[in-house]
T-cell receptor, first 113, second 110 residues
Framework: DTGVSQDPRHKITKRGQNVTFRCDPI?????LYWYRQTLGQGPEFLTY????????KSRLLSDRFSAERPKGSFSTLEIQRTEQGDSAMYLC???????????FGPGTRLTVT | KNEVEQSPQNLTAQEGEFITINCSYS?????LHWLQQHPGGGIVSLFM???GKKKHGRLIATINIQEKHSSLHITASHPRDSAVYIC????????????FGTGTRLTIIP
């Protein structure tokens, strides 16, 4: 399967713990996006990479959140000192430079207890 | 007021009915996306359009740029069409980040 993959698919953590999620985009897709979706809502933009450069961050991304894409391939999203409000589905998408179409991964569902 | 709004929020119909989901947007966009999300979260891109009309099987998407409005139609609906349908506007500022509507939950009853 050469689609976008995310790991883990589910994560349950206690409030105050740190968590890290990984996204592997489709090979050679330059653009990578992280979105967050809470129950009953549409996804919201978190951050965007073009190759290894993080070009935009949403105001939703507090200083407890950090994202990297060190070699322009996979990306990680880390949440430090998790709060119950961080419980959501975290979606990753990738797209090539010559197309607006975005390909989504299956998401990582985070539950903070 | 959300930048991308959908209606209805929920829609239940009998198998075989013609379905219409509407999307209005207030932001400048390069393209309008229609996405399908099944329980469990996976999102599949159905259409991406910047003008006119596109058709794929029983699905048809239209967009009116002047009115900033798009519609998704499903002909001969089937229970397997039951899902959440989301429209999203593609930023025209070069990063193509998506601004999503809240989704329409469609349930097709056999």
């Amino acid at each position: 399967d050469t689609g976008v993959s995310q790991d883990p698919r589910h994560k349950i953590t206690k409030r105050g713990q740190n968590v890290t999620f990984r996204c592997d985009p489709i090979s050679e897709h330059n653009r990578l996006y992280w979105y967050r979706q809470t129950l009953g809502q549409g996804p919201e933009f978190l951050t965007y990479f073009q190759n290894e450069a993080q070009l935009e961050k949403s105001r939703l991304l507090s200083d407890r959140f950090s994202a990297e894409r060190p070699k322009g391939s996979f990306s990680t999203l880390e949440i430090q000192r998790t709060e119950q409000g961080d419980s959501a589905m975290y979606l990753c998408a990738s797209s090539p430079l010559d197309s607006y179409e975005q390909y989504f991964g299956p998401g990582t569902r985070l539950t903070v207890t | 007021k959300n930048e991308v709004e959908q209606s209805p929020q929920n829609l239940t119909a009998q198998e075989g009915e013609f379905i219409t989901i509407n999307c209005s947007y207030s932001v400048g966009i390069s393209a309008l996306h229609w996405l399908q999300q099944h329980p469990g979260g996976g999102i599949v891109s159905l259409f991406m359009l910047s003008s006119g009309k596109k058709k794929h099987g029983r699905l048809i998407a239209t967009i009116n740029i002047q009115e900033k409005h798009s519609s998704l139609h499903i002909t001969a609906s089937h229970p397997r069409d039951s899902a959440v349908y989301i429209c999203a506007g593609d930023s025209n500022f070069g990063n193509e980040k998506l601004t999503f509507g809240t989704g329409t939950r469609l349930t097709i009853i056999p």
